[in-house]
C-alpha cells in the first residue's frame, strides 16, 4: 500500500512538471526573424549528449529545412568562420539524433508556401531541428551563422577623443527630438550626454558601461556610437544612442539604435561597415537582441526575442 501511494505521488508530480513545461512552452517565443536571406543570429548551447541542436520554425526560418540535408555546412563567424555540416534531425525512441527523410520536397515546398503566407498559421508553426555536426562549445550564446562563410576583419575600435566627442554631442542633442516621439511621451528619460564612465554605470544596470562611446574605423571614415538618453518605462528600461558618421572635420548624423552593446558583429549586409549586436539594457519581460545596421542609415537587420 506504501508503493502505491508512493507510486502515485511520483505519477502525479511527473504529470504536473510535464503540463507546466506545456504551458510555459505555449505561452512563451523564442526565436529570431532575419531580412538577410543565409544567415541568422542562433542561440546555442550543448546538451548533456554533446549536441548542438537549433529548433526553428517554418513561419520565421523555413531556408534551413532543405539546405540542411547533411551535405550542406553552416559558418559560424564568432568561431573563426568554420564550417560544419548540417542536418535536420528529430529525437528518436532510441534517445539519440537520427536525420528526417527530407526527400519528399514536393510536401515540403508546400509547407512553406503555407507558412509565408502566414507565419501564425498551422503551416508557420511547425517547427524543426537543426544539428551542426561536430561543434563543440565552451559555453552557451549567441552567434552568427549563415551558408556562406561571412569575411572576417579586424575591426580597429577606440574611444573618441574629447574634440570628437563635443561635436558629437552637440549633432546629438539637435536631434533629441526624434527621440522623445508622442507615442513614448509617458516615457521617461535620463540624459547621458556628458558621458563618463562613472556616472554611465549608476545610471544603466549593465555591467560593462565602458564599452560606450566607441569609434569605429572602416572605409576611410569613422563612426562615432554616442550614449544619448536612458529610457525607462514600465517594461524595463533601454539607452539610447545616437550614430554619428565622421569624415575629417565633417559630422553626420546617421540615426538612432537602441540597447546596450553586446558586441560588434559581423558585415552581414556587405556595406563595409561592422553591424552591432545590440541586447535589451534592462529586460523586463524577455530578452531581445537585435543585428543593427549602422551605415548609411540604422535598421535592424535581425531580431532575436526570448520571452
Not at 1 to 22: E, K, Q, Y
Not at 71 to 100: A, H, M
Not at 110 to 137: M, N, P, W
Request: charged share 25%.
Amino acid at each position: 500500500m506504501h508503493n502505491v501511494r508512493v507510486l502515485a505521488i511520483l505519477i502525479t508530480i511527473f504529470v504536473g512538471s510535464v503540463l507546466t513545461c506545456l504551458s510555459a512552452k505555449a505561452d512563451s517565443y523564442e526565436g529570431y526573424e532575419s531580412t538577410i536571406p543565409g544567415i541568422g543570429l542562433w542561440h546555442l548551447q550543448m546538451d548533456s549528449d554533446g549536441y548542438v541542436v537549433r529548433r526553428l520554425s517554418f513561419g520565421e526560418n523555413p531556408e534551413f529545412s532543405i539546405y540542411c540535408n547533411g551535405k550542406n555546412k553552416l559558418f559560424i563567424y564568432e568561431k573563426s568562420n568554420k564550417g560544419f555540416f548540417c542536418r535536420v534531425v528529430q529525437w528518436d525512441e532510441k534517445n539519440k539524433y537520427t536525420p528526417v527523410d527530407m526527400q519528399d520536397k514536393k510536401a515540403l515546398l508546400q509547407t512553406i508556401r503555407e507558412a509565408k503566407k502566414d507565419k501564425y498559421s498551422e503551416a508557420g508553426q511547425k517547427e524543426y531541428f537543426v544539428l551542426l555536426v561536430g561543434l563543440k562549445l565552451k559555453e552557451r550564446g549567441m552567434f552568427t551563422v549563415s551558408k556562406s562563410a561571412i569575411t572576417q576583419r579586424d575591426w580597429k575600435i577606440a574611444t573618441p577623443n574629447q574634440v570628437e566627442r563635443k561635436a558629437a554631442s552637440a549633432l546629438a542633442k539637435n536631434h533629441l527630438k526624434e527621440i522623445r516621439r508622442a507615442e513614448y511621451a509617458d516615457f521617461s528619460y535620463k540624459s547621458v550626454l556628458g558621458y563618463s564612465k562613472q556616472r554611465l554605470r549608476k545610471i544603466t544596470p549593465w555591467e560593462k558601461g565602458e564599452v560606450f562611446p566607441i569609434k569605429i574605423f572602416a572605409m576611410r571614415a569613422e563612426v562615432i556610437i554616442l550614449p544619448t538618453l536612458y529610457e525607462t518605462n514600465p517594461l524595463g528600461g533601454d539607452l539610447i544612442s545616437t550614430v554619428i558618421l565622421r569624415e575629417g572635420n565633417s559630422y553626420k548624423f546617421l540615426g538612432h539604435i537602441g540597447g546596450c552593446l553586446h558586441s560588434v558583429g559581423a558585415d552581414i549586409d556587405g556595406d563595409g561597415f561592422p553591424d552591432l549586436i545590440l541586447r535589451t539594457c534592462e529586460p523586463g519581460e524577455g530578452i531581445e537582441i537585435t543585428y543593427t545596421k549602422i551605415f548609411s542609415k540604422t535598421k535592424a537587420l535581425i531580431q532575436y526575442s526570448n520571452n
